[in-house]
């Protein structure tokens, strides 16, 4: 398949999972993003990399492009949105329907690009006005394909459905309406996956002395209204996911569901199955038992609202819920000894800063804020991932295939470059050859007291490998559980729902058989790779390539790739949205200065976020100043040859918002020299050694001749074309005065 790319060129990804072949500018010229195509490689380039000629189009799925409508020159074009197509569409004058110029429109091609030709199209959508609210998230479901419409007969369905739990749906269930379940979630949730309730217990041992808890979990048995294969489910499995966007949720099931009949609704009955668990003193699940029942959600209540009650069981929250408030004491003591169980296991559990963007009604940014976290989250976290693990190791005893949650440790190349860069920043922990959940934890609480702690702590997780859903189990790295699956969330995640499936076959004495479902597009396409080199070397570890994988095992593998890609596609067109209205906000901001922290180094420049504002930008390397900066990949750093001026993670610099593209979703930022210089003085002493005066005294006449010849610079970037002729001309009789006779 075809990559194409905002410079131009391309890359073929190659179906055998090899090295991907370099398309240059003219032979993209007659392909597009997404094409399957046919290459022959014909030479390798200057960097190694092997070149390609096409050969012929296989296939040119359908994929409508999104962009804005422009008139220049008389010609009516369409300048993509994503930039992958290298290529403006023509739009005859005919076609272009009610559109006027400006607007965001949805086109199909009508004539493919050509080698000397451009793509014609015709206008199928109009979505509005660039500035109109929502059009960021219009434009995301549609350039990544992204389903936002439910089919007709998935709606009908759904129609059908029953309003409330009917008598009969509660046939073969435990009635739990009695016990006190509540919900705890965020402000803005309106579907409800979990309940929980807590209790002390007698857990080991014939005393009458409590010494645990029975923890239940009760989730939404969306398994129950969405039969397989039915419309729903086929709409469900082509979303796979819900995508949350600021300010809007493109659910995985229709409203009814999500929010209402699934939905765990307080003061109303709701189907669930139920993970009813022993926990010991020290964590430790000593029993569990999985089964259906009916419940009534006793309350609906938020983290902020949870944790003011637990941070002050007398203050004015917990007067309201003042029959709720040991409920929430018993659940509190659970969650402390899930995190004893945690700490012992070395799970990796360290934060990062995530934001969220407030908007107000006319989706207008106000502010940017970091997310907290705070003991309601983190109770609600751990109950979940107790009845994830109980799920999984139900799966395994049943010895049914089903989907886990798959976390493998970080790759050889990955340890590598960890440990490199943990030596370089004076880090006296290291991590081994095979690395285990523990030494991260270590590292990371070793250096939580340092001012790079936050970037030390990204480098540990970029090491890590990105979760996947697959039928085979290699275990949980991350969390430090041998077997982890996902039974928590099934309105708003497919994996979930095939899972409550698994575990009710397993429960009737059945096996549950995974339907014909479509695999809708090429959102797998990313994934697919790596699942047939998996595949490959499983089958030549047993000595038998790929054939001892059974049809059914390859239908289940099939499922996990879908469900990942989908995964990462929501997650994709949420960051893009999150990109656009960053970049729209900043836009009020140019010329503004800002502190940030350099977050990323490469080779190009510096990616800085604003302290105060949690934007990211970069400053690009031709905006450092005159020196000639190296890049450190062990150290993650420029660092300049004359004056050993240091750009690290974490160093913190005061940058200015120079411009804004809203096109490409980037922010650029140029450095303020005045707050360089305690940046210059710390690398000035790096480079003399002891006390350096001889040397920085060196330095930095460097790097006033540096910053001389940067003002000369910008000086003559100023000039009018004939001030710079008349300079030059100048400075060749100078030069001709000084120097005698001219070379010839």
Avoid at 71 to 94: C, F, N, S, T
């Amino acid at each position: 398949m075809v990559s194409g790319h905002r410079d131009g060129h391309g890359f073929l990804l190659r179906d055998d999972g090899e090295a991907d072949i370099y398309l240059p500018p003219n032979e993209m010229r007659a392909v597009l993003h997404r094409d399957r195509v046919r290459v022959r490689v014909v030479r390798h380039d200057r960097r190694g990399r092997p070149e390609g000629r096409v050969l012929e189009i296989v296939e040119r799925p359908p994929q409508p492009i999104i962009g804005r409508l422009l008139h220049e020159g008389g010609l009516w074009l369409v300048a993509p949105e994503d930039k992958r197509y290298g290529q403006d569409v023509m739009i005859p004058k005919g076609a272009i329907g009610a559109a006027k110029a400006g607007q965001v429109v949805v086109v199909e091609l009508t004539e493919p690009p050509a080698l000397y030709g451009q793509p014609v199209g015709r206008v199928k959508e109009v979505l509005g006005e660039v500035d109109d609210p929502g059009m960021e998230i219009e434009i995301a479901v549609r350039k990544y394909g992204v389903p936002h419409e439910f089919s007709e007969a998935c709606l009908a369905e759904s129609r059908a459905l029953p309003e409330t739990v009917r008598p009969k749906d509660r046939a073969g269930r435990v009635d739990l309406t009695d016990v006190p379940l509540v919900t705890i979630d965020g402000e803005d949730a309106r579907d409800f996956d979990d309940a929980v309730y807590a209790t002390p217990a007698v857990v080991s041992g014939r005393g009458k002395k409590p010494n645990g808890w029975r923890l239940l979990v009760a989730i939404a048995d969306v398994s129950h209204y969405v039969q397989t294969g039915s419309p729903i489910d086929v709409d469900a499995y082509d979303r796979a996911t819900s995508v949350y966007f600021p300010r809007r949720v493109i659910p995985m099931l229709p409203e009814k569901l999500s929010n209402g009949l699934c939905s765990l609704n307080p003061e109303v009955d709701r189907l669930c199955m139920v993970c009813d668990m022993l926990v010991t003193e020290g964590g430790e699940v000593q029993a569990y038992q999985l089964y259906p029942a009916v419940m009534n959600s006793h309350a609906r209540m938020t983290y902020t609202e949870v944790a003011a009650i637990l941070a002050n069981t007398r203050g004015p929250e917990a007067a309201q819920r003042k029959a709720r408030v040991q409920d929430l004491i018993h659940l509190h003591e659970v969650f402390r000894a899930l995190l004893r169980a945690r700490q012992k296991r070395g799970a990796v559990d360290f934060d990062t800063t995530e934001t969220q963007i407030v908007c107000d009604e006319s989706g207008r940014i106000e502010k940017i804020v970091p997310r907290t976290r705070n003991d309601a989250h983190r109770l609600i976290e751990e109950c979940m991932l107790a009845a994830n693990v109980c799920s999984a190791d139900f799966i395994g005893q049943g010895k049914h295939l089903g989907l886990y949650r798959v976390h493998e440790g970080p790759t050889p190349e990955k340890v590598d470059l960890l440990r490199a860069y943990l030596k370089a920043l004076g880090v006296g922990l290291a991590v081994s050859d095979e690395p285990r959940p523990e030494e991260f934890q270590r590292i990371a609480d070793a250096t939580q007291e340092r001012v790079d702690a936050e970037q030390i702590h990204m480098m540990l997780l970029r090491s890590m490998s990105q979760a996947i859903y697959s039928p085979i189990n290699s275990g949980h790295f991350g969390l430090a559980f041998e077997a982890y699956t996902h039974f928590t969330s099934p309105i708003r995640r497919y994996p979930d729902l095939l899972v409550h499936r698994v575990i009710k076959a397993i429960l009737a004495g059945k096996k549950y058989h995974l339907p014909a479902l479509p695999t809708p597009g090429d959102a797998h396409e990313k994934l697919r790779k790596r699942l047939q080199k998996d595949r490959v070397q499983r089958g030549r570890d047993k000595g038998d390539p790929r054939h001892r994988i059974s049809p059914e095992m390859q239908d289940w593998e099939a499922a996990g790739l879908h469900c990942s890609a989908n995964e990462r596609r929501a997650d994709e067109a949420s960051r893009d949205v999150e990109a656009w209205l960053k970049c729209k906000y900043m836009r009020e901001h140019l010329g503004e200065e800002y502190t940030g922290t350099v977050s990323a180094v490469t080779s190009f420049g510096l990616f800085v976020t604003l302290t105060d504002m949690y934007v990211e930008g970069l400053v690009h390397i031709t905006e450092l100043g005159g020196e000639y900066f190296r890049f450190d990949e062990v150290r993650q750093e420029l660092r300049g040859e004359r004056t050993g001026i240091r750009y690290a993670l974490g160093t913190r610099v005061r940058v200015q918002v120079s411009r804004v593209d809203l096109d490409a979703r980037k922010i650029d930022f140029r450095l303020v020299h005045e707050a360089g210089d305690a940046v210059l003085r710390g690398a000035l002493r790096d480079k003399a050694g002891g006390d350096g005066k001889p040397s920085a005294a060196k330095a930095v006449k460097s790097a006033k001749s540096a910053k001389a010849h940067a003002l000369r610079d910008e000086a003559a970037e100023r000039r009018s074309p004939m001030q710079a002729l008349k300079a030059a001309v100048k400075k060749a009789a100078a030069k001709a005065r000084k120097g005698g006779k001219p070379r010839r």
